[in-house]
Structure formats: structure tokens, C-alpha cells
């Protein structure tokens, strides 16, 4: 490890060598590491409207962020996500803030450490997809892909000008992806900036297999050979969909560190309320059945709540 917690770039830009092992070695003593729910779901329960940024509130309210991934930690959870799934130019740009990625992502990264200092938990940052394609299929070309990506790695990881760990996160985690041209730029300009290990995800929701067509089987080929730590899945359908999906990736890569963070069950409308299908013991349930196949990283998407979290913990330190 080197001694500063980051290098300069020949082209000026930041090299994070902030506690790259601190995963692997969380990794090493456990047979699973417990991911965070969804934190949509409780943005929206605390008053986010429709069709605002969740990410706006690392700067307005953070409190609330704060809030959601203490709840989050106190049920368990190994590794809590940054609250910067949208927080790249293309979707911040629907909100007009897009001149604020790096002053989001910083934000959110230091929210998350402050509660994860408490519970020496790891705090992972998250990279989801642009919001429209890429080209040919729509409007975005690699390098406007490559440098929206870089920004947000950047924000991620520098944080403040002081360049202390405080303000990095320990590792990146691509979600939601479903064009492996589009993970494949992420996965790059995270490796090209950083020493930090990298977990992607894709969504198989047609059909078991991504939006663009994408197979379980040809994204874990595609996503370790681009140099992801870590693949697998994230929302998608049913739990049995996962199961399945989870099962291929297994099968394509006998010995590649898995992740599945399944929404909880399917959505569904009671009156004007949305739920999820899967009770907290369904959830605990499945999530020994993915220990079963292997899998390394477990939590839960769209739906997932605290108390689901705290069942799965409670499942997985029995059955361990």
C-alpha cells in the first residue's frame, strides 16, 4: 500500500489507492457478505416526490440518506450503497444539476461513511446506467459514455480537495446494466482511475436474459474478462428469475465471486400503493438458497426493506 491515499496522473487526473484490500480482506474472513436494500423505496417513504433526484438529497437533506443506511447497517448489512445510482451528467441533467455530479457524489460518499464508520461497515459506490443508449441504438457515443463515467469516478473518489480515504469509497459497484458495451466503459473508467476492486450487475428481466439481449452466461464471460472483481445480477423479475439467472452465471464461471441483489418479489399495485411480493422471510429464505449456490455478495433491490435485511442476516449467520 502505497502512502498517500492517491496519486496524480500524468494527465492530471486522480488515481485512488484508497484501501483497495479493504474488501477483499472483509471478503476473506466471511463466507457472505451482507449487501444493503433498496434505497429508493425508503427515500419515497420519507417524503422524495415523484419525479425528483434522490441524489439532490446528498446536498438538501442528507439526513434522511444518513437515516436510510444507518437503518440499513443496524440490520446488518456488510457493504451499504451510495445513494448516486442517477448521480451521473446524462440523468442529473433531467433535474438541471447537472453542473453538480462531482459535488453529489463527494456528498453522498461522505453521508455513507459517516455511518459505516460506526459500523466498520464498507461503503460501495454506486454507477448505474446513463438513461438512454448508446449508439447505434440511441444517442450517446462511447466517449460521452466514458467521460459521464469518469466524472462520477471521480466524485466518488476524490471528494474534497484534502484527498483524505475519508472521502473515497472502498469499492464501485456498476448496477442495473443492460448493454455490456455500456458496463464495459464503466468498468474502464473505473480501472483507469482507481486501484478500487469493481462489482458489476445486470438486470435480466426478459426473458432471463438483459434489456439488449444479454444472457447470464455471456455477461459474466464479458463483465470478468473487462476486469470486474465481482459480477451478477440486481432487480429483475421473480425470485425464481434470479435463481435461474444466478445459476447460469455459476455454471459459466465456477470460480468468479457472485452477487445477486434481487428486487423483493414481483411489484405490484394496492391501490396506490406499490408492494413487493417476497415477506422478509421469503427474502431470508432465498437468500440461503443463493449462499447454497455460492454466492459471495447477497442483499436486495426494489422493495427491499430493513426488516428484510435483518431476516436475511439472521438466515445467513444460522445456516453459516
Not at 22 to 30: F, G, H, N, P, V
Not at 39 to 47: A, E, H, N
Request: charged share 20%; with cysteine; glycine share 8%.
Amino acid at each position: 500500500m502505497r502512502d498517500k491515499a492517491r496519486e496524480e496522473m500524468t494527465d492530471g487526473t486522480v488515481k485512488s489507492t484508497s484501501k483497495p484490500d479493504a474488501y477483499l480482506r472483509l471478503l476473506s474472513q466471511r463466507p457472505s457478505l451482507l449487501i444493503d436494500g433498496a434505497m429508493g423505496t425508503q427515500l419515497f417513504d420519507r417524503g422524495l416526490l415523484p419525479g425528483d433526484a434522490p441524489e439532490h438529497l446528498n446536498l438538501v437533506n442528507p439526513e434522511i440518506v444518513e437515516t436510510v443506511h444507518t437503518e440499513y447497517l443496524r440490520a446488518g448489512s456488510d457493504i451499504i450503497l451510495t445513494n448516486t445510482f442517477g448521480g451521473n451528467r446524462q440523468r442529473l441533467a433531467l433535474h438541471g444539476l447537472e453542473g453538480k455530479v462531482h459535488e453529489i457524489n463527494s456528498a453522498a460518499v461522505q453521508i455513507a461513511r459517516r455511518s459505516a464508520l460506526e459500523f466498520d461497515a464498507l461503503v460501495a459506490g454506486s454507477i448505474g446506467p446513463l438513461g438512454q443508449l448508446l449508439v447505434p441504438f440511441g444517442p450517446i457515443s462511447a466517449a460521452e459514455a466514458r467521460d459521464a463515467f469518469r466524472e462520477q469516478v471521480v466524485g466518488l473518489t476524490t471528494g474534497t480537495q484534502s484527498q483524505r480515504t475519508y472521502n473515497s469509497v472502498d469499492l464501485f459497484w456498476i448496477e442495473t446494466m443492460s448493454s455490456l458495451d455500456e458496463a464495459t466503459i464503466a468498468i474502464e473508467a473505473c480501472c483507469q482511475l482507481t486501484v478500487l476492486p469493481v462489482a458489476v450487475t445486470m438486470s435480466f428481466d426478459t426473458n432471463r436474459h438483459t434489456m439488449m439481449g444479454v444472457s447470464p452466461a455471456a455477461a459474466t464471460t464479458a463483465l470478468l474478462a473487462a476486469g470486474a472483481s465481482a459480477v451478477g445480477l440486481n432487480c429483475g423479475n421473480s425470485l425464481d428469475d434470479n435463481e435461474a439467472a444466478i445459476a447460469e452465471m455459476r455454471a459459466a464461471a465456477p470460480d468468479a465471486t457472485l452477487i445477486a441483489k434481487p428486487n423483493a418479489g414481483i411489484p405490484q399495485w394496492r391501490g396506490a400503493e406499490l408492494t413487493y411480493s417476497a415477506t422478509p422471510t421469503l427474502m431470508a429464505e432465498f437468500a440461503c438458497r443463493l449462499q447454497q449456490l455460492g454466492v459471495r455478495l447477497i442483499g436486495g433491490c426494489c422493495g427491499t426493506t430493513p426488516d428484510h435485511v435483518s431476516a436475511m442476516r439472521s438466515a445467513l449467520s444460522s445456516s453459516s
